[in-house]
Structure formats: C-alpha cells, structure tokens
C-alpha cells in the first residue's frame, strides 16, 4: 500500500465550478500538509501549506485536513480556465527527517 | 529572488551512458532533495543534501548519486542508464530541510533514455 494515495482522474468541469481533490494516507504520523499544482512540463508550485487538522483558506482556495480520517481535501471555488494542471498533495512527518510524501496526481480540466 | 534553476531542461541519452543533472538553490536555502517522477509512479524522493552531506536517501540503486558543493549547488549522476531512468527529474530546495518547511520546486529535468 502507499504511503498517499490520490484518484487520478481525469477531473474535466466546466468554468465556475466548485472543484474538490482529495488524498488519503495511511502514516498517521503526518502532520504537515501541501497541495502542489503543475503545469504541464513544469515543476511542481506550492499552492497551500497546512499543518495537522483544520481549514486554511487562500482566495479560491481553501485546503482541509481531517487527521482522524487521514484524509486532505483541497477546494476550488469559481474555477478558470487557468487551474487546468495536475494537482499533487504531499506530506511529511517529524520522524520522515526531510522526505516529503507525494500523491500521484489529479488532472483536472476546467472547460470555458 | 531567483527560484530553484535545473540544468538542462531537456536531455537524451542512450542506454548504457550515464547522465549528470544540476541545480541551484534559491539563495540562502542550504537543503536540496532531488525527486524523480514518472506518470505511474508520481514523486519519488531520491536524496536530500544539506552542508555537502547526504541526510536521507530513497529507495534508488547506486547507480543513482548526488553531491553537494560548498555553495549549496548539487547534482545528481545516474550511471549505466537504463530505459527505465526516463523520467521528470525534480529538484526542490528548502531553508534548513525540516519537515515543516516548504519545499519549493524546479521546472525539472526531462530525460529519455532511448
């Protein structure tokens, strides 16, 4: 079993939509939570950064961890065109030292 | 401030050779984890170089290696390329490499090995 695990899609919406993306995790030791979006032939750009459980909101953006269920969500409200990527979460643990853990990735199409 | 830069963007190589990818950190960051991705596999941690010493390393071969110089610049070198190397090879830095810090990316390395 790995360590995260995310539905790869493909996710297609139309623009405006509420997108939600989510990973499960199985080390409940993880406690600091990212969601990464790419481009295509990009490297990966930090979109949001959480740490243990709660809800952090950055303008369309609003990140969720429910430790409990070892389950992340990441929401985008209004979505564009432009948040057409590959959505990747990771996490890391005070005992994984410097080795953060990666979902494989949603591809998510917004359709104008 | 300058981000995280990979040389090159691009390369291809045959079975067999072997391959030597570079990175500069954002400056003042001394930690540097490199990572290989692959459509099925997604993100694999390779290793993570802090002060020119290997902290931490994935599940890789040997054939997988890096280094650190005094300036926080790395590389990696795969040797006896094989077809299974080709892949998106991601080089990220941090400030101190702690768990709670962000990790900040490369556009990476893309090698076909043929």
């Known amino acids: 079993q790995k360590e995260v695990e995310q539905d790869p899609g493909p996710l297609s919406v139309p623009e405006g939509a509420i997108v939600s993306l989510n990973c499960t995790y199985s080390?409940?030791?993880?406690?600091?939570f990212m969601w990464y979006r790419q481009y295509s032939r990009k490297g990966p750009e930090l979109l949001m950064y959480?740490?243990?459980?709660g809800n952090k909101e950055d303008g369309r953006f609003t990140a969720q961890v429910d430790k409990s269920s070892k389950y992340i969500s990441l929401f985008i409200r209004d979505s564009q065109p432009s948040d057409s990527a590959t959505y990747l979460c990771a996490m890391s643990a005070r005992d994984t030292g410097n080795q953060f853990y990666f979902g494989t990735g949603t591809s998510l199409t917004v359709i104008p | 401030k300058a981000g995280v830069t990979q040389t090159p963007r691009y390369l291809i190589k045959t079975r067999g050779q072997q391959v030597t990818l570079s990175c500069s950190p954002i400056?003042?960051?001394?930690?540097v984890s490199w990572y290989q991705q692959t459509p099925g596999q997604g993100l694999q941690f390779l290793f993570e170089?802090?002060?020119?010493?290997?902290?931490n390393k994935g599940n890789f071969p040997g054939r997988f290696s890096g280094r650190q110089f005094s300036n926080s610049r790395s590389e990696m070198n795969v040797s006896t390329l094989e077809l299974g190397d080709s892949a998106l090879y991601l080089c990220a830095s941090s400030l101190l490499g702690l768990p709670n810090e962000k990790l900040l990316f490369g556009s990476g390395t893309q090698l076909s090995v043929l």
């Open positions: 400056s003042g960051h001394r930690s």
């Open positions: 959480t740490y243990s459980s």
């Open positions: 080390n409940s030791a993880f406690q600091y």
């Open positions: 170089y802090f002060s020119e010493t290997q902290r």
